[in-house]
């Protein structure tokens, strides 16, 4: 079966009611008289299976574990570490990433180094006799920097380490690590996956039997799973996420277009643009570009007035949804790293995070045009 076909049948199979879609188990417990397989719904619920089989399917993975959030579903990863390990990450990583590490990690004795993952050579020069975890991000948050899956999925295992990749902004529509070599693929599946912005969750597929089983006892010792409700919205929203993804990629690849032009913008930061420098590696690993676009105002200071004057495009926190949402990095998103450290990676005052949704990008382009007229 193909992407779409298995997005929309797996884990919706009709069961003996004929329904076209799983039912929705409400219950924290089961009674074990008849059957051994459920036994407390922090360990398990029929409903959160049924989205695990489809989120499996769609990353071509063996298995998928749904968890309450994407950043449950980190942590949970999390608990291969042990004191004394080390983990190398690409510098441009999720917020709740960087803020994990800052400011737990160290507390149990596991250090840790920010690499610019964009040259696989830095993160082979970053492994140490105990590194653990390799950790990427794949266009990266907001700086939409495209990392070599190929190479950096190499250099984990030439090394012994576990390669995650956070594949939340690609989704598994346009890209796939596993088939990459990578070990672990986590996503926030309050984005792409899910889709309309009305669920928070997470998800980790894997191949690796050993390591799924170390996943499965670590998310129900730690307890971030998805409430049933949650795991049936993010099951709806999977089965239109090649449709979704087409046109994000569409109006993205619009408006990048449009905003490169522009002579209030920079610089537009777009994996889809040939100026991207990474553009070559991305073709190569991705079937399209994505819905994230990012670019840089000649005028930072203008930055707030030309959010204030958006009409269609809402001022918010979040991305992957069908309603397109805006934010400035270095005052939202962004507004934990350290001003200094955030400049030296590039989140400047001037950078702006567009998500771009689904509404018609004619709309979306005049909205753009009259607000950057303050800017
Ligand atoms: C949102 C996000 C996360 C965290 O997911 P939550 O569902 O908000 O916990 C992790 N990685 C990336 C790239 C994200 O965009």
Redesign the pocket.
Known sequence: MRFSTKAIHVGSEPDATGAVNPAVYFTSTYSQKAQGDYVYARGDNPTRRALERNLAALEGAKHALAFS??????TTILTLLKKGDHVVLSDD??G??YRIFTRFMTNYGISYDFVDATKASNVAAAVKKNTRIVWM?SPT?PLMKIVDLKATARIAKENGCVSVM?N??ASPYLQNPLSFGYDLV??????YLAGHADV???AVMMSDGELYEKMKYAENALGAVPSPMDSYLVLRGTKTLAVRMERHCDNAEALSGFLDDHKAVERVLYPGLKGHPNHGIAAKQMRRFGGMVSFVLQRPAKAKAFLRKLEVTTLAE???GVESLIEHPATMTHASVPKREREERGISDGLIRFSVGLEDVEDLRDDLDQALRAA
Request: net charge negative.
């Open positions: 959030s994407g950043m449950g579903a980190i990583v999720y709740g990433v991000e948050n956070d939340t902004f986590v996503h926030s599946a309050t984005k928070v969750s997470g979040s991305l992957g």
